[in-house]
């Protein structure tokens, strides 16, 4: 008997060989008469591990893709899915808890709650999962270790720096231990010398075997990353390697 009220869950065989899957996606926004076509198109393929750049210019299409890789938009024909699991017609309350629970975000503008502190800033995607209070401590005392903010876990976001405000964005991305971490344009608001700084650790976390995917239209941060997208007018038009090599 089919189960409306059942939470989505990965394929139960073997393991999936791609964290992304895309095929044949499309999106189409339609606004009054006209119709502006996103994508046209895509398949690509993200593998456990990888390090994504997807660059293009302004409407190329690399944002409404990012929106539909981390389910925070479908996709208006095509397949997308996510450790296997079909996601590209999951109903909204289930792309909620597809997000909660396999995505991680990092964004430009660091979206920290002024009034709390890193730690529970971290926190945050642990109570929303009714993860009990004293797991969820553990976990982002851990998470913001990693990043190197330990000794900074109770500052408020307006006692740190822009750099230590996007590692305590990048620990609570981490939280959850996402399948996938989703980086847009995270250096866009760092001065030259703390975007170094959040790129190398961005490589650290990738170098211990976390799967990166940032959208970005600086050259500087594609160049860290070891597969470089590009994007134009909703399709793809290069895909390809660079020698970066995994220390």
């Known amino acids: 008997m089919n189960n409306n009220n059942a939470q989505p869950t990965a394929q139960q065989n073997a393991a999936p060989t791609t964290v992304v899957s895309a095929r044949d996606l499309t999106r189409t926004y339609r606004t009054g008469q006209s119709e502006v076509h996103a994508l046209r198109g895509i398949s690509l393929d993200v593998y456990p591990g990888e390090f994504v750049a997807v660059t293009g210019p302004s409407g190329s299409?690399?944002?409404?893709?990012?929106?539909?890789?981390?389910?925070?938009?479908?996709?208006?024909?095509?397949?997308?899915?996510?450790?296997?699991?079909?996601?590209?017609?999951?109903?909204?309350?289930?792309?909620?808890t597809v997000r909660s629970r396999y995505l991680g975000f990092i964004f430009q503008n660091f979206n920290l709650l002024p009034r709390d502190s890193a730690l529970a800033n971290v926190m945050l995607p642990l109570v929303y999962q009714g993860l009990p209070e004293r797991l969820q401590k553990v976990r982002a005392t851990r998470a913001l270790s990693i990043v190197g903010?330990?000794?900074?876990?109770?500052h408020l976001p307006a006692q740190l720096s822009g750099g230590q405000q996007q590692r305590v964005a990048i620990a609570r991305a981490l939280v959850s231990q996402p399948s996938l971490l989703l980086a847009d344009e995270p250096t866009g608001n760092l001065d030259s010398e703390t975007s170094q700084e959040i790129l190398t650790l961005l490589q650290?976390?990738?170098?211990?075997?976390?799967?990166?995917?940032?959208?970005?239209?600086?050259?500087?941060?594609?160049?860290?990353?070891?597969?470089?997208?590009?994007?134009?007018?909703?399709?793809?038009?290069?895909d390809e390697y660079t020698d970066i090599q995994q220390a």
Do not use: W
Not at 71 to 93: F, W
Not at 149 to 154: F, G, I, Q
Not at 204 to 221: F, R
């Open 61 to 96: 299409g690399k944002s409404t893709f990012m929106n539909i890789i981390g389910c925070m938009d479908r996709p208006s024909s095509g397949e997308y899915r996510l450790t296997g699991l079909l996601v590209s017609t999951l109903r909204p309350e289930q792309l909620a």
């Open 149 to 154: 903010l330990a000794d900074r876990m109770h």
């Open 204 to 238: 650290t976390l990738n170098k211990q075997g976390i799967t990166i995917i940032v959208v970005t239209h600086s050259a500087e941060v594609a160049e860290i990353a070891r597969r470089r997208v590009a994007f134009k007018d909703g399709h793809i038009i290069r």
